[in-house]
């Protein structure tokens, strides 16, 4: 017989498999999919990160842009709650991040009262907190939506999974450069594809596909955030 080598997950990975399961189980998600072109990020990023003095990463932008789209659509903070559904008045932005003990989801609160420098600023703090284990409770409230990011692993795109209590969960892929006609022209440019997963309790496909759409005209026209 071979041999078998047994794994035993830590609290973390057993909380977040068990969060993952009920939320497969109970929640009817669907799914939608949309390219943003990021040129104009790329070249902004860096000049703007020296006029401001501080690194403005790319997820900065992003995470951003979702406040915003949010704001617009604001059934995206929406939880389902049997008879009705509840819906909270600030815009939390969850993001997530791999720790030493597990996937991790701090929050940005507020996030669409933030600048990008106050975003960064936050996301980095979060970050480091993530890798050195030093999240408090009140870094992982429920956020109303999430970003999640595969991008640095080669990876295009993929679905996530919204957890309890979350409308939607939105998730990036890699930068690529792809033809593009422009005008009757062909060009290259950067693109990014983004896939939302969402609880069709609480909003339509026509809704998400809005907000989706919001978003993604934020993040392909950068000056409007």
């Not at 080598?5 to 939320?23: E, G, H």
């Not at 909003?203 to 919001?214: E, G, Q, R, T, V």
Request: proline share 6%.
């Amino acid at each position: 017989m071979q041999q078998t080598k047994r794994i035993t997950p830590t609290r973390i990975q057993k909380l977040i498999a068990q969060r993952m399961q009920t939320s497969k189980r109970t929640q009817p998600c669907f799914y939608l999919t949309a390219k943003a072109v990021i040129d104009k990020i790329v070249e902004m990023r860096r000049p703007l990160s020296k006029q401001l003095g501080i690194r403005i990463s790319f997820n900065d932008f992003i995470l951003r842009a979702i406040a915003l789209a949010v704001a617009q659509n604001p059934l995206i903070k929406g939880t389902f709650a049997g008879d009705f559904i509840e819906i909270p008045e600030d815009i939390n932005i969850g993001l997530a991040v791999a720790a030493p003990k597990g996937l991790m989801v701090p929050v940005i609160k507020k996030a669409d009262q933030k600048s990008l420098a106050q975003i960064s600023q936050d996301s980095n703090e979060l970050i480091e907190k993530a890798k050195n284990n030093k999240l408090t409770l009140d870094d992982l409230i429920v956020p109303c939506t999430t970003l999640t990011a595969l991008g640095m692993f080669g990876i295009d795109s993929f679905l996530p999974i919204p957890s309890q209590n979350q409308c939607c969960i939105l998730s990036m892929g890699k930068i690529t450069e792809q033809p593009v006609v422009i005008n009757g022209k062909i060009e290259i440019r950067k693109l990014v594809e983004f896939s939302l997963a969402a609880d069709s309790r609480i909003i339509s496909p026509d809704y998400a596909a809005k907000f989706l759409m919001d978003m993604v005209g934020l993040v392909s026209n950068p000056d409007k955030l």
